[in-house]
């Protein structure tokens, strides 16, 4: 079938046909020779990658359709768009939908990111690990705070005292810095 044979089969200009096969969305249907000369178009081919390729809602923005014309003469069972999802041939409203649910969930996302209530993933791991440096260094430094000092000291109960001291303020000043990162952002 040539481009204007085409043309008339889709019921539409023929700069509408080179445009599909310019825009590469009917090219797989175009034949051509060793050469490149142009032989013809596929038809059934060209209107399955017609509909596959183009997209329906700014197709009905122009009142055309994607879908070729029934015979002529034979109404259409519905208008387009008027058979819901299961009209959705080739899945391009249901994967609209996917990336609008996507985008909307990236601007929350963003959004939570620029009010400080959400972090990267790379962010938190290196706060976390930043945090489990401190805790480690801290508590791996008691025993040379208070070694001599619990060495010179005979009652086990003061020794045990004078390390859940130790412990303890360690683990407050650590939470006290986490508390004003957390305010600082």
Request: charged share 35%.
């Amino acid at each position: 079938m040539g481009r204007n044979e085409y043309s008339r089969h889709r019921q539409c200009d023929p700069k509408s046909v080179a445009k599909a096969e310019a825009d590469g969305r009917i090219a797989a249907a175009v034949k051509r020779d060793q050469g490149g000369r142009f032989l013809g178009i596929d038809w059934r081919l060209a209107d399955d990658l017609w509909a596959r390729h183009t997209d329906p809602v700014a197709a009905a923005k122009n009142n055309k359709s994607v879908l070729p014309p029934g015979p002529s003469g034979v109404e259409p069972l519905a208008e387009p768009g008027a058979l819901g999802a299961s009209a959705d041939v080739y899945g391009f409203f249901a994967a609209r939908a996917r990336e609008k649910v996507a985008d909307a969930d990236l601007r929350e996302l963003e959004k939570a990111q620029r009010y400080g209530l959400a972090l990267r993933a790379d962010e938190v791991r290196e706060i976390s690990a930043r945090r489990y440096r401190a805790v480690r260094d801290q508590i791996t430094n008691i025993p040379d705070r208070v070694a001599a000092e619990l060495a010179a000291e005979k009652d086990p109960a003061r020794v045990h005292a004078r390390l859940s001291q130790e412990i303890e303020r360690v683990l407050h000043q650590l939470a006290d810095e986490a508390e004003a990162d957390a305010e600082r952002g």
